[in-house]
């Protein structure tokens, strides 16, 4: 990204901007470089479901230089920055599939370590918060469930029933994104304590350690073929699973609250990595383009190749524009003043990213959908996002009747 360019329309502070050149160093220099060997690691049936010890280094290195929390606004957990000052960093951690976890700045853990800023007491804080905030162990977050249209948080039905001091668990999740990974030790679920409340108080969210009798990962799923080991996006079966009431977050009915909370700052940074993926993608369009002849000339000297060049830098600068404005809202007027602008990039950068991979693929011929090159797995992920933190047809809706209402 021209960051100076940018800078013109959205004043980042001078720590953001050190902090871009070293995060762009590393992403370059040390992660890009190390893909080979984490994709042979997930393509070993041995090894795929444990973590290369490469990537534990990397996260050290990381750390040491103090790339490490940048997505915490809170000064004192995290880096400090703020939305806007992190989007463009959000932005280079998105041009590799890798690079999020190794600067502990991946979903779900970033959302997961807010809720638990935000909403968890002390007490319930302390056995998790630390060590997450210190890339020792794993968090997920367990809210869609099979069975019902999960897309509208009210459906979601899993019971958490009250027995004495304790919650008593039944039912199913899945799609529960890092339940797959063995060094994921908790889980936050949403589920059913108040059935007769208001439709937006029935559910509460509960602290569920992985390791608690009943909790069973049935499979991992697929996108398009990908299982995303050693991460997983899982089946959970949960059998007569037995947690304190004291696990409970903040109170009992608030759990529509908390996700709402939870999804604000955390669809800023999948659009800021997806725009990043992107751009990785049109300098793989711009490279093939150069380097690649097909009936008498180079690629780029073909008008359709040029079209494919051109629409995509348009598209890309469009959504990073819109990202970056949602930050500054967000900065400026919090989660609901900024509700609008953070609908209108998870409708946007989604949709830009696929559109942007897909022509990629398309000027790679065969081998862009191979596992030659970066991009199948990417255009994955950017599809993921079309319904992964809520459908495009949702946040259409509620943009509409945003607009509607006046
Ligand atoms: C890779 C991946 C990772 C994920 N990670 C997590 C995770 O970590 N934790 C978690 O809890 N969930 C996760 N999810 C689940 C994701 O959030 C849900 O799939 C999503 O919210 C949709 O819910 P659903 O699948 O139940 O679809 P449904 O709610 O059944 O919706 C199906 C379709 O109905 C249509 N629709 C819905 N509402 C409307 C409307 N108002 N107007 C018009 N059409 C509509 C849309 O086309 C929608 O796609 C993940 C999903 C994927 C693919």
Same mark, same amino acid.
């Given at each position: 990204?021209?960051?100076?360019?940018?800078?013109?329309?959205?004043?980042?502070?001078?720590?953001?901007?050190?902090?871009?050149?070293?995060?762009?160093?590393?992403?370059?220099?040390?992660?890009?470089?190390?893909?080979?060997?984490?994709?042979?690691?997930?393509?070993?049936?041995?090894?795929?479901?444990?973590?290369?010890?490469?990537?534990?280094?990397?996260?050290?290195?990381?750390?040491?230089?103090?790339?490490?929390?940048?997505?915490?606004?809170?000064?004192?957990?995290?880096?400090?920055?703020?939305?806007?000052?992190?989007?463009?960093?959000?932005?280079?951690?998105?041009?590799?599939?890798?690079?999020?976890?190794?600067?502990?700045?991946?979903?779900? &853990?970033?959302? %997961?370590?807010? #809720?638990?800023?935000? /909403?968890?007491?002390?007490?319930?804080?302390?056995?998790? @918060?630390? *060590?997450?905030?210190?890339?020792?162990?794993?968090?997920?977050?367990?809210?869609?469930?099979?069975?019902?249209?999960?897309?509208?948080?009210?459906?979601?039905?899993?019971?958490?029933?009250?027995?004495?001091?304790?919650?008593?668990?039944?039912?199913?999740?899945?799609?529960?994104?890092?339940?797959?990974?063995?060094?994921?030790?908790?889980?936050?679920?949403?589920?059913?304590?108040?059935?007769?409340?208001?439709?937006?108080?029935?559910?509460?969210?509960?602290?569920?350690?992985?390791?608690?009798?009943?909790?069973?990962?049935?499979?991992?799923?697929?996108?398009?073929?990908?299982? &995303?080991?050693? %991460?997983?996006? #899982?089946?959970?079966? /949960?059998?007569?699973?037995?947690?304190?009431?004291?696990? @409970?977050? *903040?109170?009992?009915?608030?759990?529509?609250?908390?996700?709402?909370?939870?999804?604000?700052?955390?669809?800023?940074?999948?659009?800021?990595?997806?725009?990043?993926?992107?751009?990785?993608?049109?300098?793989?369009?711009?490279?093939?383009?150069?380097?690649?002849?097909?009936?008498?000339?180079?690629?780029?000297?073909?008008?359709?190749?040029?079209?494919?060049?051109?629409?995509?830098?348009?598209?890309?600068?469009?959504?990073?524009?819109?990202?970056?404005?949602?930050?500054?809202?967000?900065?400026?007027?919090?989660?609901?003043?900024?509700?609008?602008?953070?609908?209108?990039?998870?409708?946007?950068?989604?949709?830009?990213?696929?559109?942007?991979?897909?022509?990629?693929?398309?000027?790679?011929?065969?081998?862009?959908?191979?596992?030659?090159?970066?991009?199948?797995?990417?255009?994955?992920?950017?599809?993921?996002?079309?319904?992964?933190?809520?459908?495009?047809?949702?946040?259409?809706?509620?943009?509409?009747?945003?607009?509607?209402?006046?």
């Amino acid at each position: 990204m021209n960051t100076g360019r940018i800078a013109t329309l959205f004043p980042f502070s001078d720590r953001s901007r050190a902090l871009q050149a070293a995060v762009a160093r590393f992403v370059a220099e040390r992660i890009v470089p190390a893909e080979a060997a984490f994709h042979a690691h997930a393509a070993d049936p041995a090894v795929r479901w444990t973590i290369p010890p490469l990537l534990e280094s990397l996260k050290a290195e990381a750390k040491a230089q103090g790339l490490w929390n940048l997505f915490l606004p809170d000064p004192t957990h995290g880096a400090g920055l703020s939305n806007l000052d992190y989007a463009p960093i959000a932005e280079l951690t998105g041009r590799s599939l890798f690079a999020p976890e190794i600067f502990n700045c991946s979903a779900p &853990d970033t959302g %997961n370590m807010e #809720v638990l800023l935000h /909403f968890a007491t002390p007490e319930q804080r302390a056995p998790w @918060l630390p *060590r997450l905030l210190a890339g020792e162990i794993r968090s997920a977050f367990a809210m869609t469930e099979p069975d019902v249209a999960s897309s509208d948080a009210t459906n979601i039905a899993l019971p958490i029933v009250r027995d004495g001091d304790e919650f008593v668990i039944n039912g199913r999740k899945w799609w529960t994104t890092g339940g797959g990974d063995p060094r994921c030790e908790l889980l936050i679920v949403m589920g059913v304590t108040d059935p007769d409340g208001p439709a937006h108080r029935r559910q509460s969210m509960v602290l569920v350690p992985m390791a608690t009798p009943g909790v069973r990962v049935v499979r991992p799923l697929t996108v398009f073929g990908y299982d &995303d080991a050693p %991460n997983g996006h #899982v089946e959970i079966e /949960f059998t007569d699973v037995r947690v304190p009431v004291a696990n @409970l977050l *903040r109170d009992s009915g608030s759990g529509f609250e908390i996700a709402q909370a939870r999804l604000g700052p955390g669809r800023i940074h999948h659009c800021m990595r997806l725009i990043g993926l992107a751009q990785r993608a049109l300098e793989a369009i711009v490279e093939r383009a150069r380097t690649r002849e097909a009936f008498g000339r180079p690629l780029g000297g073909h008008g359709m190749a040029q079209e494919a060049i051109a629409r995509s830098r348009c598209e890309i600068e469009q959504a990073r524009l819109l990202t970056l404005q949602a930050a500054a809202a967000l900065d400026a007027h919090g989660n609901k003043g900024a509700k609008d602008l953070i609908g209108m990039i998870k409708i946007v950068a989604p949709r830009m990213a696929c559109d942007v991979i897909d022509r990629a693929m398309q000027i790679h011929g065969g081998g862009g959908l191979s596992q030659d090159h970066f991009l199948a797995q990417a255009y994955a992920g950017a599809r993921s996002l079309r319904l992964a933190d809520g459908p495009d047809e949702v946040h259409l809706a509620a943009l509409a009747r945003s607009m509607l209402k006046g």
